[in-house]
Each structure stands twice: as structure tokens, then as C-alpha cells.
């Protein structure tokens, strides 16, 4: 089976220049397209599209995650800048902290606290199942 790999995130909005600026000047990630209908923006390897359109969110909709070294400072970072966050949480294995963006999609900062060890055996079982 072919690999994939994600490209982009896209998320519909009648709000494309508030929810540019969010993406843009809060959350710090550079547009690479800026047609009117149209927006994209670099996160690492994939970008957040902004389509202009009705938006639907849902009660469960779709959530973007970004990798943080230190959630705590992201949070505060990103605080400063008017984004809403709540509080840090802390699983066995993970901080997160979730947001929304002004469309009501969630976004999060997360990292994650496993071990080398956990990380080498997540990736021995991914290669067993695949084999």
C-alpha cells in the first residue's frame, strides 16, 4: 500500500479574513496562498486551508493539532496574541491544551511525554501490522 501523507487541513468559513488573521497573526503560521476565496497556510509538513464558504464545525468536527516543546509557553504565547485557550491538561502520555479558532473549529497544542523505549515499540508494532 502507497504511503500517504497529509496535505492540508481545509476548513470552510464565511469569516476567511478574521480566520486569516487568526491563523496568520495569532497562531504565527505563514500564508503561502492569499487568493480571495482561497487562503493557505504552512504548518510543518501540512498547511490549514481556509475556504470561503458556509462553515460547519459540528459538535465534534474536526480538531488541528500542533506540536509544541512546551505547551505552557505556547499557551501563553499565544494568549498574548487574543487566541482562547483553557487549562492545560495532562494524561499518562500527553499535554494538550484546546482552543478555538473565531470559525469554532478546535485547535490544540499538544506534546507528547513518551519515552524512546515507548516510541521504538509503537513503531515495531505499526511494522508487524503492516507486514
Known amino acids: 500500500m502507497a504511503s500517504l501523507k497529509m496535505a492540508r487541513v481545509i476548513l ?7 480566520m ?10 505563514r500564508c503561502v496562498t492569499g ?6 497556510f504552512q504548518a510543518g509538513g501540512a498547511r490549514v486551508a481556509l ?3 458556509p462553515a460547519s464545525p459540528g459538535r465534534k468536527g474536526p480538531k488541528i493539532v500542533f506540536f509544541a ?18 487549562k492545560i491538561q495532562q494524561f499518562d502520555k500527553l499535554v494538550t ?5 473565531p470559525g469554532g473549529n478546535w485547535i490544540q497544542s ?12 509503537s ?9
Open 12 to 18: 470552510f468559513t464565511a469569516r476567511i479574513a478574521e
Open 69 to 86: 516543546k512546551d505547551v505552557e509557553a505556547v499557551r501563553r504565547t499565544l494568549a498574548a496574541r487574543g487566541a482562547k485557550f483553557g
Open 97 to 101: 491544551c484546546n482552543g478555538k479558532d
Open 20 to 29: 486569516s488573521a487568526f491563523y496568520g497573526k495569532v497562531l504565527g503560521l
Open 51 to 53: 475556504h470561503s464558504g
Open 35 to 40: 487568493e480571495k476565496m482561497w487562503r493557505e
Open 110 to 121: 499538544s506534546k507528547s511525554l513518551r519515552s524512546w523505549r515507548s516510541s521504538l515499540f
Open 123 to 131: 513503531a515495531l508494532l505499526c511494522l508487524s501490522v503492516d507486514a
